[in-house]
């Protein structure tokens, strides 16, 4: 079993880690599901309004791990998973978005938070994307989730729409906000010849 966060916390100060993760064995599954629980819980759910069943979020990550258009970036701190993040890739018969990535389930656990773990993930993700070849990001927030937009906007994403009933939380509508950013330049000058 681990520490609790708050102990690790309490410890010493934290620094956090980030890595592409091709497979997630045991420790890291169960250390993930936490952190997801923990965010979830906080209001960040990427989806969820309450933490689903633990086998239901098991099998959410693994089904991660078996998309070959979603590559998972977790971070660490103190050794520990505790956030996430997904770069997911424009489906292949999608010739008009092909330059398009999508920056989905991005999260860290209550406890990790103030250690460069959210900005760690997401700046890791622009730099997969980017050798990926794609040249814009876009991705997707609830306005509720204030220190996420912060971010979002400090790393230069661009808000192009707000929707006024983008999810339901407690039977009540709330608005969600809609973001890109350029990665790479979208168009390359032609040589002139002299």
Same mark, same amino acid.
């Given at each position: 079993?681990?520490?609790?966060?708050?102990?690790?916390?309490?410890?010493?100060?934290?620094?956090?880690? #980030?890595?592409?993760?091709?497979? !997630?064995?045991?420790?890291?599954?169960?250390?993930?599901?936490? @952190? +997801?629980? *923990?965010? =979830?819980?906080?209001?960040?759910?990427?989806?969820?309004?309450?933490?689903?069943?633990?086998?239901?979020?098991?099998?959410?990550?693994?089904?991660?791990?078996?998309?070959?258009?979603?590559?998972?970036?977790?971070?660490?701190?103190?050794?520990? #998973?505790?956030?996430?993040?997904? !770069?997911?890739?424009?489906?292949?018969?999608?010739?008009?978005? @092909? +330059?398009? *990535?999508? =920056?989905?389930?991005?999260?860290?656990?209550?406890?990790?938070?103030?250690?460069?773990?959210?900005?760690?993930?997401?700046?890791?993700?622009?730099?997969?994307?980017?050798?990926?070849?794609?040249?814009?990001?876009?991705?997707?927030?609830?306005?509720?989730?204030?220190?996420?937009?912060?971010?979002?906007?400090?790393?230069?994403?661009?808000?192009?729409?707000?929707?006024?009933?983008?999810?339901?939380?407690?039977?009540?509508?709330?608005?969600?906000?809609?973001?890109?950013?350029?990665?790479?330049?979208?168009?390359?000058?032609?040589?002139?010849?002299?």
């Amino acid at each position: 079993m681990t520490t609790s966060g708050s102990q690790r916390a309490e410890a010493r100060p934290l620094y956090a880690a #980030v890595e592409i993760v091709n497979d !997630l064995p045991p420790a890291d599954l169960y250390d993930l599901c936490d @952190a +997801a629980d *923990a965010a =979830i819980d906080a209001g960040g759910g990427f989806g969820w309004v309450t933490p689903p069943a633990r086998e239901v979020l098991e099998k959410y990550w693994r089904g991660v791990m078996v998309v070959p258009e979603r590559h998972l970036l977790i971070a660490r701190v103190d050794g520990v #998973v505790c956030g996430a993040v997904q !770069l997911v890739e424009p489906n292949r018969n999608n010739e008009a978005q @092909a +330059a398009i *990535a999508q =920056i989905l389930a991005h999260f860290v656990a209550p406890w990790a938070r103030g250690q460069g773990a959210g900005r760690k993930l997401m700046e890791t993700a622009e730099k997969l994307a980017a050798e990926m070849g794609y040249k814009v990001l876009h991705l997707d927030v609830r306005a509720t989730q204030t220190a996420a937009v912060s971010l979002y906007e400090k790393l230069g994403y661009n808000r192009w729409g707000t929707n006024p009933t983008y999810a339901m939380v407690d039977g009540h509508f709330i608005s969600g906000h809609f973001y890109g950013k350029t990665i790479r330049p979208l168009f390359v000058p032609k040589k002139v010849q002299p």
